[in-house]
């Protein structure tokens, strides 16, 4: 039987692996950290994963997650609508969530190796060598699930890490009082906040900025008092709230730049192939889609006895046809949104006033069931 190696574990990484070891395939995963651990994201996953994630037991039922059917979004002035979400999703922390993957994971026979960076990778007579900074492995086939900027990506001089990306990712985890069905997406002045009731009674608070304005103010707590809290709905969410980190979680090189789905022989999946804007809240969405997408196709190479040129053409072929309108799209918004002041404030006040505007802009951004 071919070992398959999957770099990187989160929910791309650990979807791939869990349906791989359910097929009877051997494999090994490396995750750079140690579960559970806490990550920036919204933390709203789309509906469109549920009959899949049922159908493999992946669905975390005993949590009582809270369903979320209804969006409010706001204009930098506080003006704002609510509209109903067709397809809506669920809120559940990535530090439960991708903790039950792992061990699904290790249930399903994966070898989960975890404090485990993968330094380098590189490739002779078809076997891979994937080496870490204590070990040496090899593997039939690769799975890149290493999010959106990792080194590996520099090993690979991909295009993308030639240019610096000038978006910064802050999360806390609070206790307020926001409705279980409602996500909210408020705008301010360089970026946008979400808020989603997770597991727990808990609340996820969410922001992406432009670095520029981060630099502007110089820290985190002056920049939500100068700009953040010109929107008065973020300002009443903060005075309102309990913060449950000490300190939030905060990532830079937020990059939307294309990729592509095959580097170097491996098969790359979420946002190592390519990361949609946060503003659509479907980037987990597309890394268990795409996950999927990769394993099946392994499994009917190994059956089918297909060779590596089969799979890695067929993989780009089925990644660009499901995904890339939807990157595209996400890039267009985000685009407008980031643009001038004018732009974004044009775009936020077409949605908050145009119904058909907005539920177009939802329906865009939202993949079909699988
Ligand atoms: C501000 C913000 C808000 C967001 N909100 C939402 C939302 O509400 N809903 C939604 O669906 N999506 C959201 N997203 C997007 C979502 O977080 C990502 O699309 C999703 O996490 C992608 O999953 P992944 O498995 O591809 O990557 P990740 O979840 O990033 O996992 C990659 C893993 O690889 C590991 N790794 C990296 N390099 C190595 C290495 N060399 N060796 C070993 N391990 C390595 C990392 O430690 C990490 O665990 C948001 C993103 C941002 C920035």
Request: aromatic content about 10%.
């Amino acid at each position: 039987m071919k070992q398959v190696a999957i770099i990187g574990g989160g929910l791309g990484g650990l979807i791939a692996a869990i349906r791989l070891a359910q097929h009877g395939v051997p494999v090994m995963l490396f995750e750079k950290k140690n579960y559970p651990f806490h990550r920036v994201c919204g933390e709203y996953v789309s509906n469109e994963t549920l009959p899949f994630l049922r159908q493999s037991g992946l669905f975390p039922d005993k949590l009582d997650v809270p369903f979320i059917s209804r969006f409010q979004i706001s204009a930098v002035n506080g003006r704002s609508s609510i509209l109903p979400l067709d397809l809506g999703g669920f809120g559940i922390s990535r530090f439960t969530f991708d903790h039950f993957l792992a061990q699904k994971a290790r249930e399903a026979g994966v070898r989960v190796l975890e404090n485990c960076e993968v330094q380098h990778v590189s490739r002779e007579k078809n076997r891979f060598l994937i080496e870490t900074s204590a070990e040496k492995h090899t593997a039939d086939v690769v799975i890149g699930s290493f999010g959106k900027r990792s080194r590996l990506d520099v090993q690979f001089n991909r295009k993308f890490t030639h240019k610096r990306s000038p978006y910064v990712g802050v999360k806390y985890h609070i206790k307020t009082d926001h409705p279980n069905d409602l996500i909210a997406l408020h705008n301010f002045n360089g970026g946008y906040l979400g808020i989603s009731n997770i597991e727990a009674g808990q609340t996820n608070l969410c922001y992406l900025v432009h670095r520029s304005r981060l630099k502007e103010f110089g820290s985190i707590p002056a920049l939500e008092k100068g700009v953040l809290f010109r929107n008065p709905l973020i300002r009443t969410i903060y005075s309102n709230a309990t913060f449950l980190f000490g300190k939030p979680e905060v990532i830079n090189e937020v990059s939307f730049a294309s990729k592509e789905p095959v580097c170097n022989h491996m098969l790359m999946v979420g946002d190592s192939a390519g990361m949609i804007t946060p503003l659509c809240g479907n980037g987990m969405a597309i890394a268990i889609h795409s996950a999927k997408l990769a394993s099946d196709l392994i499994l009917k190479q190994l059956s089918e006895n297909r060779s590596g040129e089969w799979l890695e053409k067929t993989y780009t072929e089925a990644w660009h046809a499901t995904f890339a309108s939807r990157l595209r799209f996400g890039r267009l918004v985000q685009h407008y949104l980031f643009g001038s002041s004018f732009s974004s404030n044009l775009a936020v006040h077409l949605a908050v006033y145009v119904r058909q505007i907005a539920m177009q802009m939802i329906r865009q951004s939202h993949g079909k069931p699988f």
